[in-house]
């Protein structure tokens, strides 16, 4: 008997977003971020999917989130082929279920210049048919008779369009891989604005305080983070210490919070074996031949 897949363990994040997901984000997401090439290969965002690799993730979001299991089911493989699906479900939680194009606006990934169409009609699916279409084109309109070969046409010709047609598939993967960094930058851009108006709205949940303009102290840099919920009828009264705090100079306050702070971590190392445990590891104290006020340390005999 084979050996059972394993199931990896899903980050916090994708277990948020994956309930919200629906079949309209799978089918979005496999029209912006998907492509797939005429061998059947996958691609995210311009990089090869192999479905092999997200198998255990895979597994992992199915048993997290079972109303996709129905989604797949009426997707696959009507409407998409299984790896088309699963790079697309993949890239919603890349981008953490954010669309991307609200944030950075839309980005045209195929860009064409109108000429192709007026040309030679509805682009071709390969280079070799486009170099079909314009040979005959070209004979067509030098009074020529068309047919499988190309000795009719000179070869100069033909070399010509061929180096066109390398330069533009350049010009096009760069301009995939620009816009997959614009976007990248985007979401971490609106990854950090989220996580800062988080902070903000937590500040702003919490009971500050407003400083009577007479108690603040000449070169203070004290900041305002926001005021009480119900205002009071007189002033804040702040404590001695706190002002003579606020009258150091910058320097002064870095050393004094670093000592300060030094101190609270020796207080946490000896409340932590009182409170949460009676191993002697954590217990404090120093050894008698040599000094070392930590148990582990490394022994002087």
Request: hydrophobic share 30%.
């Amino acid at each position: 008997m084979g050996n059972a897949p394993s199931v990896a363990e899903l980050p916090p994040e994708w277990e948020e977003i994956l309930p919200n997901i629906t079949r309209e984000d799978i089918m979005r997401s496999s029209h912006k971020n998907c492509r797939v090439e005429e061998d059947k290969s996958v691609y995210l965002d311009d990089e090869l999917f192999d479905l092999d690799e997200h198998v255990p993730s895979a597994l992992a979001i199915l048993r997290a989130a079972p109303h996709i299991k129905d989604i797949r089911f009426k997707l696959v493989p009507g409407m998409l082929i299984e790896e088309r699906f699963w790079a697309a479900l993949f890239g919603i939680l890349q981008y953490g279920g954010i669309d991307i194009d609200h944030v950075a606006g839309k980005i045209d990934d195929d860009y064409e210049t109108g000429d192709e169409g007026e040309r030679f009609g509805k682009a071709q699916s390969r280079p070799e048919d486009y170099l079909e279409t314009v040979r005959m084109r070209y004979d067509e309109s030098n009074g020529l008779e068309s047919n499988a070969d190309s000795t009719n046409t000179p070869q100069f010709y033909l070399e010509e369009i061929r180096a066109q047609q390398a330069h533009i598939y350049r010009l096009q993967k760069s301009l995939r891989e620009a816009n997959h960094k614009t976007r990248k930058l985007a979401l971490e851009l609106h990854k950090e604005q989220r996580k800062k108006q988080q902070c903000n709205d937590i500040n702003n949940q919490g009971i500050g305080v407003e400083l009577h303009s007479d108690t603040l102290l000449k070169g203070s840099t004290c900041v305002l983070s926001s005021t009480p919920q119900k205002p009071h009828k007189g002033t804040w009264e702040m404590h001695r210490d706190c002002k003579d705090f606020l009258g150091l100079d910058n320097h002064l306050k870095d050393n004094l919070r670093k000592e300060k702070k030094k101190r609270l971590e020796e207080v946490r190392s000896q409340m932590k074996f009182i409170l949460d445990t009676d191993d002697i590891k954590d217990s404090y104290g120093k050894w008698s031949c040599c000094g070392e006020e930590e148990y582990t340390a490394n022994g002087c005999a």
